[in-house]
């Protein structure tokens, strides 16, 4: 329910409206709170899947990277979302739109940077940037390509990227990855500060209200954190080399094209797109009871792959409108677009101070696993969400059998393909993409009568 005492009831529906200081600056932390923990893992994820790794002793690349990849997702948020609440001529919806760091790209990226030949960072980066640059470009179309995304592909590519990210999650909880020779990994000392994390997220979840509900995984987070500290499992040493102050670097990993991770960004930049227009027109129902405009969600697009590319320039990954926050803006009843922009610059002057970076990396991985276990859950519920509004008739259920049953097994067992040239086995093997692939080119062209 909206607080009044913010404003009128006309006023709180308006994105033009600015609630006084006193009250608009809570807001918009409250908006960075809420995707805080969900913009930075991604970075984490990557980061630790490139070999750069967690803690001063692990990865190749060290420490100082890790740190300048979450230093990356916090400041490309805020200028992202200062693209979408302040806008520059067509570019920006003006609305109340928060911008973060996508887990859809997630499944691409990690084979991008784990097993996509030699490209490594470098390619990754110049796929971002490129993919952004085609994801700006859907803005001018993005209106005439939701036809061919119903609710059938579009709840199958959610349901494929959590399926894709849910083995991470048990991987962190665990203590990391397998194949890292930890002797600790699958322990209960691993395991206890993840299953805290997963424990004090429900309770919070369910047995509170308002922004602590909101919030549930970084408290829950926050709890396991604590835990690990009491285990002597989180290390401070690195706080104190990082940085007071540090300016992005353009091309920082290099450039390098790789057509494999080209192509797998603009695809995703289409799934990116159409949720972006799923968020747009939530915003607006949920804060000012009105359907989007077509200027709008085109602005909201073109905000998106901007941010995205100048990201990849400087080392960033893609940004997408944050869902978390639209619901969070039908919560508090505010409608301003003001108050994320203080959200924005908030983010910002984090983006520009690594020694928050380093603060962030002495969580533990098991810890930050017990949270994506609950993140990616949500992702493959989301996506269970979205197919409950198809009709399931024969024709459907073949789409979704074919396309699941295909996708999910190549990613399982990806040396079924092995005699595939690189990039066709690169593409395929993702499993999210033959998936989603099928499904599109398969609503296309079967009857509807099918029965």
Known sequence: MADTSIGTAEQLRDPNYTPPMGKAIPLGIQHVLAMFVSNVTPAIIVAGAAGIGFGSDQGALGFPDMTYMIQMSMLFAGIATLFQTIGMGPVGARLPIVQGTSFAFVPIMIPAV??????????????????????????????????????????????????????????????????????????????????????????IKFFTRGFASVAAV?????????????????????????????????????????????????????????????????????????????????????????????AGIFGGLPNTSFSQN?????????????????????????????KIGAVINTVPINVLGGGVIVMFGMVCASGVNMLSDVTWNRRNMVIFAISLSIGLGLQLEPSALQHLPATAKILLTSGLLPAAGLAIILNLILPQDLD
């Open 218 to 310: 970084l408290i829950g987070i926050l709890a396991g954190y604590a835990v690990a500290y009491a285990m002597g499992q989180v290390n401070f040493g690195n706080i104190g080399r990082a940085a007071s102050f540090a300016a992005p670097v353009p091309f920082k990993y290099g450039f390098e094209f790789n057509l494999a991770i080209v192509i797998g960004m603009c695809f995703m930049a289409i799934v990116s797109a159409i949720e972006t227009v799923g968020d747009v027109s939530g915003i607006t129902k949920g804060g000012a009871g009105r359907e989007a405009t077509d200027k709008e969600v085109s602005g909201a697009t073109y905000a998106d792959g901007l941010g995205t590319s100048i």
């Open 326 to 354: 639209v619901g969070l803006v039908a919560m508090t009843g505010v409608m301003s677009r003001h108050v994320v922009t203080i959200g924005a610059i908030f983010l910002i002057i984090c983006g520009f101070i690594p």
């Open 114 to 203: 784990a097993g996509m030949g030699t490209a490594g960072l470098a390619g990754l980066m110049t796929g971002v940037m490129l993919g952004g640059i085609f994801h700006f470009l859907l803005g001018t179309v993005v209106g005439r390509i939701r036809y061919a995304l119903p609710p059938l592909v579009t709840g199958l590519i959610v349901l494929m990227i959590g399926l894709a990210l849910v083995r991470v999650g048990i991987q962190y909880a665990a203590g990391g990855v397998p194949n890292m020779g930890k002797p600790v990994f699958g322990s209960l000392a691993m395991w206890t500060p993840a299953l805290v994390v997963v424990v004090v997220t429900l309770l």
